[in-house]
């Protein structure tokens, strides 16, 4: 159903301060700027990690998972008995949202 893992997501205050903490201190490649969400290539590892300026504290990081067949995989996991987020688009991401039993929240992303 999930070809992998495509990015951690993590809040920060200010994305432009967070953009060079996370170039200069952790020495990370920033690899796509989205404006109000900038992602970072972590090593020679295919998941990257991406800031996204917004509120901050607990249960901010949400694992987005990639699916090469977006409407099926939404299809089954209402199958399934899951509440699941409409489909939306951003201009280049279609995505949808889902909660785990204890209100995790997950996002399927295809592009």
Known sequence: MFAKLDTVIL???DIEAARQWYSEVLELEDIYDGGNHVVFKVG???TPITIIEGET???TVKPILF???IEETQLKLKG???EVGELDHDGTVTFF???D???NRFEVCHF
Do not use: H, R
Request: zero cysteines; aromatic letters at 4%.
């Open 80 to 82: 399934k008995g899951v």
């Open 67 to 69: 699916s090469d067949a």
């Open 11 to 13: 809040n920060v205050k």
């Open 101 to 103: 039993p204890d209100g």
């Open 44 to 46: 020679q590892g295919e």
């Open 57 to 59: 504290g607990l249960s």
């Open 97 to 99: 949202t889902f909660d």
